[in-house]
């Protein structure tokens, strides 16, 4: 048995956000995503085949959703379920500290 911390390995600098898979099977995948000041392009959209379980460790982040149009600020803490095929992007993390999620996708 391994114990692993969210809080260690993260990079100095980030140019691009970090997304490291911490455990996946057949039906479940589980990743902590490292942010700091990334947001998804103006015209991309996430629209998966999964369920989405976010949950914000650290930072601050907005997301932002088609259907129904609107925007979701969340903070250390804070969680939510994205349905499947629920439209969304990362409008913004914050810039000056990192932004860490666990998602978990099932």
Do not use: C
Not at 42 to 48: I, T
Request: no cysteine; glycine share 2%; charged share 30%.
């Amino acid at each position: 048995m391994k114990v692993t911390n969210l809080f260690n390995n993260t990079p100095i600098r980030l140019p691009e956000e970090r997304i490291d898979v911490l455990t996946k099977s057949e039906n479940v995948r589980i990743e902590r995503i490292i942010s700091r000041g990334h947001a998804s392009p103006e015209d991309f959209w996430y629209n998966q085949d999964q369920d989405e379980f976010v949950l914000l460790i650290k930072g601050k982040a907005e997301l932002e959703f088609t259907d129904p149009d609107k925007i979701v600020t969340l903070n250390a803490g804070d969680s939510l379920i994205i349905p499947a095929h629920q439209q969304h992007r990362v409008r913004w993390t914050e810039p000056e500290t990192e932004t860490i999620w666990l998602v978990v996708f099932y």
